[in-house]
């Protein structure tokens, strides 16, 4: 019995990673790899993103940049939502986004007493509602950044507020102010090396926004707008069966014993659960593959397990593997059909991908 298991693919990753620098013509690439790198495990994509020449990385928060760090990666690395704790900054070598003048001026204080610079990327709020200056007090705040010692004005940036871009009328606004802030700040000598906005969905399909700097992070794991996006999933969750057994039509399954078998079945246990990722709300909803074959997933999502009904899959034994997201000949499941039962986004699927589930990079 195999418990669950991520199978990577490298070969994948590269390949999606290609579409990004054909899709913006070789713009510089921030390679986003926060949540370990969307469940993927941060240090072994980040290495992988690393070799093939990616000009940054970015990640939510310090602590995943220090990983990073601490495995010998030296790419310079874009932190989005931290202050805390300004000295790791320095300390790391890592770019933090900054959002406040107060947190500008912390680390222009910090920077003096080492007797050295940081590089910084200021972020701008077009729209999104979150993070960052409004157009008008960017323009009277980062002019007072500017003028802070040993501080070096390296990115300008925002972000947009829709992902998946059915109209792009709000996107093409948030740029639209992006880029009059930008005009203003070189006709005022600010030099920002990069500008930057792009997400996955704007890279895929959204040219104008691409500037000097990307920064994909989903499609960069397969998942984009649409089929004709041409990228390849690079993650696959399989496991092994734990048991098969038969039983008799009218066996409840599960807690709740909200299914009950209404044949003679055969159930296999599966080991692997909602503290793996797979989520609780796809009980009696789910699908695996076993054998090439298609079974439902059936009774409520344990906190460890699952069972299947394989009744119907030709040939199924205790050593048949079992593809939670992934393809086997044919049949294929994906994050987003996961994510659509489940009532989420792929993002999230993969994200919550557990502790327990080994990585396996091929
Ligand atoms: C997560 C994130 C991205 C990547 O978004 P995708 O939709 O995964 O491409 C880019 N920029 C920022 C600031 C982010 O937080």
């Known amino acids: 019995m195999q418990k669950a298991f991520a199978e990577i693919d490298l070969k994948a990753l590269s390949h999606n990673l290609k579409i990004a620098r054909q899709k913006t013509g070789n713009k510089n690439i921030l390679a986003v790899v926060k949540a370990n790198a969307y469940g993927h495990g941060a240090v072994e994509i980040s290495k992988h993103l690393v070799k093939q020449g990616v000009s940054y990385l970015g990640t939510a928060f310090k602590s995943e940049a220090i990983e990073l760090r601490e495995s010998g990666i030296n790419t310079s690395i874009l932190v989005f939502f931290d202050r805390e704790n300004i000295d790791e900054y320095f300390k790391y070598n890592l770019t933090p986004l900054v959002f406040d003048l107060s947190t500008a001026r912390k680390l ?4 003096v007493r080492r007797k050295r610079r940081i590089a910084i990327h200021i972020k701008i709020d077009t729209g999104m509602g979150r993070l960052g200056f409004t157009i008008d ?6 002019p007072k950044i500017a003028c802070l010692k040993n501080i070096e004005l390296e ?25 009059s802030l930008k005009k203003e700040f070189q006709q005022k000598k600010f030099g920002f090396k990069y500008h930057h906005i792009a997400n996955s969905a704007a890279v ?10 990307v920064r994909p992070g989903i499609m960069l794991y397969g998942y984009g707008l649409s089929k004709g996006d041409n990228l390849r999933p690079v993650l696959s969750l399989k496991s092994g069966i734990l048991l098969l057994k038969k039983v008799p039509v009218g066996t409840p399954i599960s807690y709740g014993r909200t299914f009950i078998t209404k044949r003679k079945s055969i159930i296999a246990t599966i080991p692997v659960g909602y503290a793996d990722g797979y989520s609780r709300r796809i009980s009696n909803n789910g699908e695996v593959i076993i054998n090439g074959k298609k ?11 699952i069972m299947a009904d394989v ?27 996961i994510a659509e039962r489940a009532g989420t986004i792929p993002y999230e699927v993969l994200t919550s991908i557990g502790q327990r589930v080994t990585r396996v990079y091929k």
């Open 295 to 305: 079974a439902p997933v059936v009774g409520r999502v344990c906190m460890d397990t």
């Open 137 to 142: 007090k960017a323009l009277t705040e980062i």
């Open 108 to 111: 222009s204080k910090e920077a």
């Open 204 to 213: 895929l399909s959204m040219k104008d926004a691409h500037l000097n700097m």
């Open 311 to 337: 009744t119907d899959i030709p040939g199924v034994n205790m050593d048949s593997g079992v593809i939670l997201i992934g393809s086997q000949g044919r049949v294929k499941i994906t994050a987003q059909d």
């Open 155 to 179: 990115g300008l940036m925002s972000h947009f507020s829709d992902a998946d871009l059915e109209d792009k009328g709000f996107m093409a606004l948030q740029l639209k102010r992006f880029l």
